[in-house]
Protein backbone atom coordinates (compact mmCIF):
# COMPACT_ATOMS: atom_id res chain seq x y z
CA UNK A 1 0.00 0.00 0.00
CA UNK A 2 0.71 3.45 0.20
CA UNK A 3 3.29 4.27 2.50
CA UNK A 4 3.51 7.00 5.01
CA UNK A 5 4.56 7.55 8.29
CA UNK A 6 7.98 7.02 10.10
CA UNK A 7 9.01 7.67 13.13
CA UNK A 8 7.00 10.57 14.19
CA UNK A 9 8.80 14.23 14.95
CA UNK A 10 8.08 15.99 17.95
CA UNK A 11 7.30 19.17 18.70
CA UNK A 12 7.22 20.47 22.82
CA UNK A 13 5.77 23.88 23.27
CA UNK A 14 4.93 25.74 27.02
CA UNK A 15 1.54 26.22 27.26
CA UNK A 16 0.22 29.44 26.06
CA UNK A 17 2.81 29.89 22.81
CA UNK A 18 1.81 29.00 19.50
CA UNK A 19 2.47 26.08 17.89
CA UNK A 20 3.53 25.66 14.18
CA UNK A 21 3.15 22.47 12.28
CA UNK A 22 4.80 21.58 8.95
CA UNK A 23 3.89 19.21 6.27
CA UNK A 24 5.44 18.41 3.10
CA UNK A 25 2.69 17.12 0.63
CA UNK A 26 3.64 14.84 -2.07
CA UNK A 27 0.81 15.18 -5.39
CA UNK A 28 1.04 18.72 -7.19
CA UNK A 29 -2.19 17.99 -8.76
CA UNK A 30 -3.43 17.68 -5.23
CA UNK A 31 -6.97 20.64 -4.69
CA UNK A 32 -6.94 19.85 -1.38
CA UNK A 33 -6.14 19.25 2.20
CA UNK A 34 -6.54 18.80 5.26
CA UNK A 35 -5.35 18.91 8.81
CA UNK A 36 -6.33 15.82 11.60
CA UNK A 37 -5.86 15.72 15.13
CA UNK A 38 -5.63 11.83 16.71
CA UNK A 39 -5.49 12.18 20.38
CA UNK A 40 -4.48 8.64 21.97
CA UNK A 41 -6.68 5.49 21.02
CA UNK A 42 -8.58 7.62 18.95
CA UNK A 43 -9.29 8.02 15.28
CA UNK A 44 -8.11 10.80 13.82
CA UNK A 45 -10.50 14.62 13.87
CA UNK A 46 -11.03 17.07 11.37
CA UNK A 47 -9.29 20.42 12.51
CA UNK A 48 -9.60 22.72 9.35
CA UNK A 49 -9.02 22.75 5.75
CA UNK A 50 -7.97 24.28 2.33
CA UNK A 51 -8.08 24.33 -1.18
CA UNK A 52 -5.72 25.15 -3.16
CA UNK A 53 -7.37 28.26 -4.65
CA UNK A 54 -6.21 29.84 -1.41
CA UNK A 55 -3.20 30.32 0.36
CA UNK A 56 -4.45 30.85 4.19
CA UNK A 57 -7.20 29.60 6.08
CA UNK A 58 -8.64 30.93 9.74
CA UNK A 59 -10.75 29.03 12.34
CA UNK A 60 -10.51 29.20 15.85
CA UNK A 61 -6.86 29.51 17.30
CA UNK A 62 -5.67 27.47 14.30
CA UNK A 63 -4.79 28.49 10.58
CA UNK A 64 -3.33 26.70 7.62
CA UNK A 65 -0.94 28.01 5.06
CA UNK A 66 -1.07 26.70 1.84
CA UNK A 67 2.83 26.96 -0.10
CA UNK A 68 2.05 25.43 -3.52
CA UNK A 69 5.21 26.25 -4.79
CA UNK A 70 7.43 24.30 -2.34
CA UNK A 71 4.80 22.01 -2.16
CA UNK A 72 4.08 22.68 1.84
CA UNK A 73 1.24 23.42 4.26
CA UNK A 74 1.64 23.87 7.58
CA UNK A 75 -0.71 24.39 10.98
CA UNK A 76 -0.44 26.96 13.48
CA UNK A 77 -2.07 26.71 16.81
CA UNK A 78 -2.40 29.96 18.80
CA UNK A 79 -2.11 29.69 22.83
CA UNK A 80 -1.39 26.60 22.83
CA UNK A 81 -3.23 24.21 25.14
CA UNK A 82 -3.03 20.97 26.73
CA UNK A 83 -6.03 19.92 25.30
CA UNK A 84 -3.91 20.53 22.00
CA UNK A 85 -1.40 17.75 22.61
CA UNK A 86 -2.06 14.57 20.02
CA UNK A 87 -0.45 13.78 16.55
CA UNK A 88 -1.34 16.45 14.02
CA UNK A 89 -1.44 14.84 10.67
CA UNK A 90 -2.44 16.38 7.29
CA UNK A 91 -3.87 15.09 4.02
CA UNK A 92 -4.20 15.70 0.29
CA UNK A 93 -6.54 14.00 -2.14
CA UNK A 94 -7.40 15.41 -5.67
CA UNK A 95 -5.75 14.70 -9.03
CA UNK A 96 -6.48 11.22 -11.11
CA UNK A 97 -8.28 9.81 -8.06
CA UNK A 98 -9.58 10.64 -4.81
CA UNK A 99 -7.46 9.01 -2.53
CA UNK A 100 -6.98 10.77 0.67
CA UNK A 101 -3.73 10.54 1.94
CA UNK A 102 -2.20 11.32 4.48
CA UNK A 103 2.18 12.59 5.61
CA UNK A 104 3.91 12.12 8.43
CA UNK A 105 2.21 12.95 11.61
CA UNK A 106 3.91 15.40 13.99
CA UNK A 107 3.38 14.62 18.29
CA UNK A 108 2.74 18.01 19.83
CA UNK A 109 3.60 18.08 23.29
CA UNK A 110 2.08 21.11 25.34
CA UNK A 111 3.81 21.46 28.70
CA UNK A 112 2.42 23.13 31.39
CA UNK B 1 -26.32 6.27 13.96
CA UNK B 2 -24.01 9.51 15.11
CA UNK B 3 -20.69 7.96 13.94
CA UNK B 4 -18.60 5.98 12.00
CA UNK B 5 -18.90 2.69 14.08
CA UNK B 6 -15.99 -0.10 13.98
CA UNK B 7 -16.14 -3.61 15.45
CA UNK B 8 -14.56 -5.39 17.21
CA UNK B 9 -12.55 -2.13 19.11
CA UNK B 10 -10.16 -4.65 19.63
CA UNK B 11 -9.10 -8.32 18.20
CA UNK B 12 -6.21 -10.75 19.16
CA UNK B 13 -5.97 -14.03 16.88
CA UNK B 14 -3.41 -16.62 16.28
CA UNK B 15 -0.81 -16.32 13.75
CA UNK B 16 -2.41 -18.10 10.54
CA UNK B 17 -6.17 -17.22 11.42
CA UNK B 18 -8.28 -15.25 9.06
CA UNK B 19 -9.97 -12.37 10.62
CA UNK B 20 -13.18 -10.27 9.63
CA UNK B 21 -13.60 -6.17 10.63
CA UNK B 22 -16.36 -4.54 10.20
CA UNK B 23 -17.30 -0.68 9.68
CA UNK B 24 -20.82 0.64 9.80
CA UNK B 25 -21.13 3.88 8.10
CA UNK B 26 -22.64 7.02 8.74
CA UNK B 27 -25.59 6.62 6.87
CA UNK B 28 -25.89 8.71 3.24
CA UNK B 29 -21.96 8.17 2.94
CA UNK B 30 -20.90 6.99 -0.01
CA UNK B 31 -17.23 7.28 0.19
CA UNK B 32 -15.60 4.71 2.56
CA UNK B 33 -11.61 4.31 3.09
CA UNK B 34 -9.99 1.90 4.98
CA UNK B 35 -6.50 2.65 6.62
CA UNK B 36 -4.22 0.97 8.61
CA UNK B 37 -1.83 2.57 11.78
CA UNK B 38 1.11 1.11 12.76
CA UNK B 39 1.96 1.86 16.13
CA UNK B 40 3.51 5.18 16.25
CA UNK B 41 3.37 5.72 12.78
CA UNK B 42 1.08 7.57 9.81
CA UNK B 43 -2.13 7.01 8.12
CA UNK B 44 -1.37 3.82 5.09
CA UNK B 45 -4.05 3.93 2.32
CA UNK B 46 -5.60 0.68 1.60
CA UNK B 47 -9.07 0.57 -0.30
CA UNK B 48 -11.31 3.19 -1.25
CA UNK B 49 -14.92 2.91 -2.01
CA UNK B 50 -16.99 5.35 -3.57
CA UNK B 51 -20.87 4.83 -4.08
CA UNK B 52 -21.29 1.76 -6.55
CA UNK B 53 -18.37 2.42 -8.47
CA UNK B 54 -15.35 -0.04 -8.68
CA UNK B 55 -13.32 0.58 -5.88
CA UNK B 56 -9.66 1.65 -5.27
CA UNK B 57 -7.52 -1.44 -4.19
CA UNK B 58 -4.02 -0.41 -4.76
CA UNK B 59 -3.05 0.32 -1.22
CA UNK B 60 -3.77 -3.41 -0.11
CA UNK B 61 -0.26 -4.95 0.73
CA UNK B 62 -1.08 -8.48 -0.17
CA UNK B 63 -3.41 -10.94 -1.72
CA UNK B 64 -4.10 -11.67 1.97
CA UNK B 65 -6.07 -8.42 1.89
CA UNK B 66 -9.71 -8.22 0.85
CA UNK B 67 -12.56 -5.75 1.37
CA UNK B 68 -16.47 -5.76 0.78
CA UNK B 69 -18.99 -3.30 0.18
CA UNK B 70 -22.49 -3.06 -1.14
CA UNK B 71 -23.90 0.51 -2.32
CA UNK B 72 -23.21 3.03 0.34
CA UNK B 73 -24.06 -0.38 3.56
CA UNK B 74 -21.67 -2.23 5.85
CA UNK B 75 -17.63 -2.74 4.53
CA UNK B 76 -15.93 -5.32 5.96
CA UNK B 77 -12.15 -5.91 5.50
CA UNK B 78 -10.95 -9.51 6.18
CA UNK B 79 -7.36 -10.62 6.53
CA UNK B 80 -6.26 -14.63 5.43
CA UNK B 81 -4.03 -16.32 7.56
CA UNK B 82 -2.60 -13.25 9.68
CA UNK B 83 0.79 -12.60 10.04
CA UNK B 84 2.19 -11.10 13.28
CA UNK B 85 3.32 -7.94 10.86
CA UNK B 86 -0.16 -7.30 10.48
CA UNK B 87 -0.50 -6.01 13.67
CA UNK B 88 -1.92 -2.72 13.65
CA UNK B 89 -4.98 -0.40 14.37
CA UNK B 90 -7.02 -0.26 11.48
CA UNK B 91 -9.43 2.48 11.00
CA UNK B 92 -12.49 3.01 8.98
CA UNK B 93 -13.38 6.41 7.44
CA UNK B 94 -16.45 7.82 5.73
CA UNK B 95 -18.24 10.91 3.99
CA UNK B 96 -20.75 12.03 2.20
CA UNK B 97 -18.24 13.26 -0.22
CA UNK B 98 -15.02 12.82 -1.32
CA UNK B 99 -13.99 15.90 0.97
CA UNK B 100 -15.52 15.46 4.41
CA UNK B 101 -14.71 12.00 5.84
CA UNK B 102 -15.25 11.32 9.65
CA UNK B 103 -12.88 8.24 11.00
CA UNK B 104 -14.63 5.66 13.55
CA UNK B 105 -12.10 4.84 16.62
CA UNK B 106 -10.60 1.53 14.92
CA UNK B 107 -10.28 -1.90 15.78
CA UNK B 108 -6.97 -2.88 17.56
CA UNK B 109 -5.54 -5.98 15.50
CA UNK B 110 -2.85 -8.18 17.59
CA UNK B 111 -1.32 -11.27 15.68
CA UNK B 112 0.35 -13.81 18.69
Known amino acids: GESVGLHLPTLSVQEGDNSIINCAYS??????FIWYKQESGKGPQFIIDIRSNMDKRQGQRVTVLLNKTVKHLSLQIAATQPGDSAVYFCAETGGATNKLIFGTGTLLAVQP | GAGVSQSPSNKVTEKGKDVELRCDPI?????LYWYRQRLGQGLEFLIY????????KSGLPSDRFSAERTGESVSTLTIQRTQQEDSAVYLC??????????FGSGTRLTVV
Open chain 2, 27 to 31: SGHTA
Open chain 2, 93 to 102: ATGPKRQTFT
Open chain 1, 27 to 32: NSASDY
Open chain 2, 49 to 56: FQGNSAPD
